[in-house]
């Protein structure tokens, strides 16, 4: 899994090649903890076709208010630098995918 930083965020998500899964997450939140070993695995086990990111958005507030996200853990899905999916919560990794379904 890739750790965002403003410095990179251009070329590790807009500019890439794969679809790119991006976890907003705060160390002030549970649900952020209980997702990051599911993408974890997803990161694993897609590798071929989907790169995982995560971005700490209190450290990087102005990247996360430009992409929407207003709650912990957020997971946008970016496709050609744009946002094609965005899931919010933490969810079993089942449901996870099933939102996913077809974006990568």
Not at 11 to 19: C, F, H, I, M, T
Not at 36 to 64: C, F, M, S
Not at 81 to 95: N, T
């Amino acid at each position: 899994m890739i750790t965002l930083t403003a410095e990179n965020f251009a070329e590790q998500v807009l500019e890439s090649d794969k679809p790119v899964l991006v976890d907003f997450w705060t160390d002030w939140c549970p649900p952020c903890r209980m997702v990051a070993p599911i993408l974890e695995e997803i990161a694993g086990e897609y590798a071929d076709r989907l790169t995982v990111a995560k971005l700490n958005a209190e450290d990087y507030p102005e990247i996360a208010s430009r992409y929407g996200v207003m709650g912990f853990p957020t997971m946008n899905l970016y496709r050609d630098g744009e946002v094609v999916r965005q899931v919010v919560g933490a969810k079993p990794k089942r449901l996870l995918l099933a939102e996913l379904e077809g974006q990568f």
